[in-house]
């Protein structure tokens, strides 16, 4: 199959000069104003396809929302068909992947999971890479792959993490060309990638004034900002291979013993923990 030609981005800036308007730094841990709640998707099973190039806190992201439903009780089944990075499964158990990383079997893989969510009625997040992915594929291939999803009980949500590149913007666009437009999108501004002397809407201006981005927030995308952390915070939890709650709690996986984290650094995790949780309250019915 000939290679999908990479979407070129034009970025469409106003007119005008950007004004910087003064503002102190805000906080990595101080309270934002919550916006309103999103969609309420409560009702019906959900299904996640998270999208991020290198780097953006895609693989955070999920880690965090896949132990908030855990510890919810979800029966959700988590699935990872990014072809470079699949360390999910070094974190879950169970984590459903395809055989190989080519995309024509990737995307028949991604077929037959949303096949068994749509059977069973149950929840689903999905890992997928930058760029050209097997939803790419099966988007292209199934145009009226939403309303299929939709018609099936299950509500197809799209999250795309971004760091203040807007190189990052190449995977919207692209499912965006291609119709892939779920009323359920979020746009995941991972301040934690961001300059932490300034305030994020100036770090993050430029993203935010792309015609990609303002297209999709326009047509009803949600707006989010992920919570900074600090990088040896999150390096030492990657490095114990626990997860978030469980370094908040100083607690050991039950196969074998990790020192714990220091007191501070246990304290920064629940400040982080529930800045996220206050981040994503608009979207508490979209998780699965």
């Known amino acids: ?13 106003d007119a005008e000069p950007e004004l910087h308007i003064a503002a102190a730094a805000r906080s990595p841990s101080a309270p934002e104003d919550t ?6 998707l409560s009702s019906r099973p959900r ?20 132990e908030r439903s855990i510890n919810q009780g979800s029966t959700a089944i988590l699935g990872c068909a990014d072809p470079v990075n699949r360390s999910l ?19 028949k893989w991604l077929e037959a999971l949303i096949g ?36 099936g009980g299950v509500s197809p949500v799209a999250v795309y993490t971004l760091s203040t590149r807007t ?22 501004l991972n301040c934690g990638l961001a300059d932490q002397t300034v305030d994020r809407e100036t770090a ?35 490095n114990k291979g626990v997860s978030f709650t469980a370094a908040r709690d100083a607690i050991s996986p039950p196969d074998r013993k990790v020192a714990p984290m220091g007191l501070f650094d246990r304290a920064r995790v629940r400040l982080w923990l529930d800045a996220m949780d206050r ?4 979207l508490a019915t979209w998780i699965p």
């Not at 981005?213 to 030492?236: C, F, H, L, N, Q």
């Open 1 to 13: 199959m000939a290679r999908q030609p990479k979407l070129q981005l034009v970025e469409t800036l």
């Open 35 to 40: 916006p309103p709640p999103a969609m309420d």
């Open 47 to 66: 299904l996640w396809f998270v999208s991020g190039a290198g780097r953006t806190g895609k693989t955070m992201l999920l880690r965090y929302v896949a």
């Open 89 to 107: 499964k070094s974190y879950f158990p169970d984590v459903a992947e395809p055989p190989g990383n080519d995309s024509a079997s990737t995307a």
């Open 116 to 151: 068994h969510l749509l059977r069973e009625k149950i929840s689903g997040m999905v890992d997928l890479g930058g760029g050209d992915t097997a939803l790419h594929r099966l988007a292209s291939t199934i145009p009226d792959l939403l309303a299929t999803i939709d018609a």
């Open 167 to 188: 190189d990052d913007l190449a995977t919207v666009g692209t499912f965006e060309r291609i119709g892939f437009q779920p009323a359920a999108t979020a746009l995941m």
């Open 204 to 238: 993050f201006a430029r993203v935010r004034r792309h015609s990609v981005y303002r297209a999709a927030i326009e047509r009803g995308a949600v707006e989010v900002w992920m919570p900074w952390m600090d990088r040896s915070v999150a390096e030492a939890i990657e």
């Open 279 to 282: 981040a994503l309250a608009p």
